[in-house]
């Protein structure tokens, strides 16, 4: 390449000063190179995106009269970790510009050319990717891929490496390679394919040239529409924003929000503390748990809080590594958390006090701890519940989905992209993966490539075979994700905060739960800035600090404060709000006959019927004929009739008894 002119040159030495001034600012930016003619669609999925990251998007007229330097110096001080040119900006930008962004003593800028088309100019492409690119070529057919493929021993696809996932979008030419490449000297540059039976059309390609890395993108095509709004769509979504996605994660590093690790959990539901509970044996799972390293929380029905065995309750008290214990519910009289027609708001609130209650009582009578987190009988509550959640303590619900029962799922692709929100009441809902079905590894290496935790449940029938049930899934799980750290529900919320490295070295915090335990892993002083979103109609009682009542500051619905953490310490925040539960007078008695009658059947079904063939094949026969649901409804409609058929039929039987006791000691005194 020739040599800078003067003015060029002076422009450079403009930009690397401004960028040293960037060091002390928060900013982390993506730079939008485009054209007066550029799609503005474009820029309006890149802000999506760059929000989604924690990245600030700017942008620039490669047409400007000003010129594109001129235009960064308006912006003010910049921290510039990726550039993304559109195609037909390719002409007006400064070839080194890639070099004239970075900040003095920081790595070069990787560069990504978005939405090339057959119009783009092949000259361009040829400089830009130092001839590794000789065109983008109009294809023979109308191009219908079947799948997405991922290029193996690659730095930027992690867990993802080698994996196939279904294609939903389309290239609108084929990026053509020069002779030559790949070879010897020169690895397959392509990132990302899509497959179709008898082609292959590069989606994401990599060139290392003078100017540093330099990717680039052909315009796609959404083909498939019909997963949008599926909660099961996670492979779909992901492969929709695959090429920006991998580019994004792979320039911002550290300075994109994340997690501080890798976190896992396994949940039962419905077991009491007794042995066996149906097909779980908790010594064996205990074994499981060791050799595999895996951690099992039970969703305890709070109805249950006084038939514990003690010899079970020794066991969670000595491994509470392995075991955990979080809510289910409270008496989990069929979905009690759902429609308010049938279940008011009034008596859902009373539930949950009466759970918290009964939880309590269950801690004096075990010494066991438990998680004051959620798992909703047979589906997730309406969002006013989650609210009620929130107003007294819980950390957060885990269930199948994560949006509540009277709202609509997003249509929103980047929405699957996280097992967690705090969109609805504010209250952290996490959704977790069904053993009902099998779970989808592709669907893991995704959440694993993410950061996100990894969830699952099921019921005391996973084991009717094998106590080994869920260890395959463990051994994956820990091979994809070798420092995964398995936990209850308690201690994953409390460490389920997203975090960013800011241009100082700081960093900053989305708090997500009530609770955080925040750890410092630099060897010097840093400090957090942590943010905590707060609905419009929430409360706040108390904020502590390691215990200490703290005062943040309060900005446009939001709650900010600065800690100051020493090398790998820790601190911990909680913020609580004010209700009016008083655990001294909440009455945790077994008052209902409904819920007592539906608890005992249910144990008959998990300890004994699913321990014979026959009385499995009962339970499945029941509910794969809806059996529940006519028991709801004869429960609902027809509870008084069929009350009071039952106190006539106690009467008459309680009259012939006492009519044939007189009858004998007539025939005897005769």
Known sequence: MQELPLRHLLSAIALAILMGLATTSRAQDVLWVHTRTSNPEDERQLRHLTDFEGLRLQTVDAQAADGVIAQLRQLGPLHVLAIIASADSLPSIDPRIQALVRSPGGPVVPLLVFGITVET??????????????????????????????????????????????????????????????????????????????????????????????????????????????????????????????????????????????????????????????????????????????????????????????????????HPNRFSICIHGNNHAHREFADYAHDPLSQQIADIKQSVARMERFHGLTGIEYDRFMVFPHGIAPEATLAALKTYGFLGTANSLNVPFDRPFPLDPLFLLRPYTTSYAGLLSLSRYSFAAPVSTTDLAIQSFLGNPLLFYAHQDLFRDSIHAFSPIADVVNRMQPDTQWAGFGDISKHLYQTRKRADGDYDVRMLSNELAITNHDPTTRNFYIQLDEPSNSSIADILVDGVPAAPQKKSGSLSLQLAIPPHGTRTLQIDSPNDLDLQHQPIGKSSVVAYLLRQVSDFRDIYLSTHSWGRDLVSSYYANHGEAVELYIERKMLIPAAVTGLALTILCCEIVRRRRRHAVTHRAI
């Not at 492979?235 to 994340?258: Q, R």
Request: proline share 10%; glycine share 6%.
């Open 121 to 318: 100019g092949p000259r361009q492409l040829q400089q830009w990717s130092g001839n590794m690119i000789r065109a983008c070529e109009a294809p023979k057919s109308a191009i219908a891929p079947k799948l997405l493929r991922f290029a193996t021993d690659t730095p930027h696809a992690g867990t993802l490496s080698g994996l196939d996932l279904p294609a939903v979008t389309a290239p609108a030419c084929t990026l053509s390679l020069a002779s030559g490449v790949p070879g010897p000297s020169r690895p397959n540059p392509s990132l990302l394919t899509a497959v179709s039976a008898d082609d292959r059309q590069p989606v994401l390609l990599a060139a290392r040239t003078p100017s540093g890395e330099v990717f680039f993108v052909p315009r796609l095509k959404l083909i498939d529409r019909s997963w949008i709004g599926k909660p099961s769509s996670l492979p779909e979504a992901f492969s929709s924003l695959a090429p920006m996605l991998l580019f994004l994660t792979y320039a911002g590093g550290s300075y994109t929000w994340h997690l501080d690790g890798h976190y896992a959990n396994f949940t039962i539901d419905d077991p009491w503390l007794t042995e066996p509970y149906g097909n779980l044996d908790y010594h064996g799972l205990l074994a499981e748990m060791e050799r595999h390293n895996f951690h099992t929380t039970i969703a305890f029905v709070p109805w249950n809080y006084d038939r514990s065995v003690p010899s079970v309750a020794s066991l969670f008290r000595q």
